[in-house]
């Protein structure tokens, strides 16, 4: 029978999963061109360094078409990963939600490392994401107390014998 609850819970992982890897892709293609610009930039001059830039960013897609042209066709359906059994619920969406739920009020560079951490967690080892989750709710909570202990006045030290001699 048709799962419908299932089926939007697989899509909605699956759009989490699209996105925050698509944000990590453009963040780390934002760095590299930047370096690679003012590398190529020095090297080959100012003319010549936009064309090449954009040379080296369409050599993945030239392979991946090369190697999309060359390869034998696509397995049948009941070998795909769709057609095996999955769990009812996929809790990664949810733990997504909690990690980014989490870092909500933290300066960009700590939410930006943990996404990238959480979005390669979720697709390459999704069983750890739950214990991440933990870890990084622990340590956020954790910072958010630590100014707080910082700013409790301490007790004024006392004078010893060594002080006084001095």
């Known amino acids: 029978m048709f799962n419908f609850s299932e089926k939007i819970s697989e899509l909605k992982s699956s759009i989490l999963y699209i996105v925050f890897l698509a ?3 453009l963040i780390g ?4 061109s930047i370096g690679l610009y003012n590398a190529l930039k020095l090297w080959i001059g100012t003319p010549w360094s936009s064309f090449v830039l954009a040379l080296i960013m ?3 897609v030239i392979i991946h078409l090369l190697v999309k ?3 034998p066709d696509r397995p049948t359906k009941a070998n795909t990963l769709s057609s095996q059994a999955r769990p009812a619920v996929d809790p990664s969406g949810a733990l997504l939600s909690q990690i980014m739920g989490a870092v909500a009020g933290q300066s960009t560079i700590v939410v930006t490392v943990v996404t990238l951490l959480a979005s390669f967690i979720a697709v ?3 069983s750890f994401l739950g214990m991440f989750a933990q870890v990084v709710t622990a340590f956020i909570d954790d910072m958010k107390l630590r100014p707080t202990a910082a700013a409790t006045p301490r007790k004024p030290r006392r004078k010893t014998a060594a002080d006084t001699e001095e």
């Open 29 to 32: 293609l934002t760095w590299l």
């Open 58 to 60: 369409l050599v993945p």
């Open 69 to 71: 042209a060359f390869s």
């Open 124 to 126: 390459r080892f999704p």
């Open 23 to 25: 944000g990590s892709l």
